[in-house]
């Protein structure tokens, strides 16, 4: 119950700043992303899944094939922790070009 609690107030807090392209945890900043326990980071992952798959989509290419859930969750801590300020989907962007050469 706590769990579902913690997603639905972190969905609407993030929805009313939301802007016209990206809305949830993406507008979310790093920091807060490192500060989430690492039993709920799972939301911030499901999120960064669905980002990537709507990038597959409308870019008709595939990003990401082969690579495993715990380096995707370390790279995104990492580059994180070194942007604090910045937003998860920032974080998630920068993921895609890294990831994508």
Do not use: D
Request: net charge positive; proline share 2%.
């Amino acid at each position: 119950m706590k769990k579902i609690l913690i997603i639905l107030s972190l969905v609407y807090s993030n929805l009313t700043f939301s802007e016209s392209s990206i809305r949830g945890i993406g507008l979310s900043k790093c920091k807060t992303f490192n500060n989430t326990p690492i039993e709920e980071k799972v939301i911030y992952m499901s999120w960064t899944a669905g980002f990537i798959s709507s990038h597959n989509i409308l870019k008709k290419k595939l990003h990401n094939k082969n690579i495993k859930y715990n380096l995707s969750q370390s790279w995104l801590e990492s580059y994180c922790f070194n942007n604090p300020e910045s937003s998860f989907k920032n974080a998630v962007e920068y993921f895609l070009k890294e990831f994508t050469k």
